[in-house]
């Protein structure tokens, strides 16, 4: 499948799969329903993934416009658990520096 690009006096831009070979000059405009002419566009063989695409849109938009927060994030009131096996190392405790 293909996708072509159609252009409708009313509407705009619209894509439309299609077999390869199968598009005409004209298709009906699946909004309006007026004659589309069929546009010549360069071949897409590389498409962006949609979640890609957002995270792309967002940074583009904040170099301009960014984002203001009213403040730092809340802090969590519950300590990091440790993890088990640090709790088997030995214990340092006060290095004297002298001799007993």
């Known amino acids: 499948m293909v996708v072509y690009v ?8 619209f894509d439309v799969s299609l077999d390869m070979g199968a598009a005409g000059g004209t298709l009906t405009c699946p909004t309006c329903a007026l004659p589309a002419r069929r546009r010549f566009t360069a071949p897409l063989l590389v498409r962006t993934p949609a979640p890609l695409a957002t995270m792309l849109a967002k940074e583009e938009k904040s170099r301009d416009e960014p984002e203001v927060v009213p403040g730092p994030p809340p802090r969590r009131s519950t300590p990091k658990p440790r993890h088990p096996a640090l709790e088997r190392l030995p214990k340092l405790g006060r290095i004297d520096t ?3």
């Open 6 to 13: 159609y252009h409708c006096a009313e509407c705009g831009d």
């Open 98 to 100: 002298e001799p007993p």
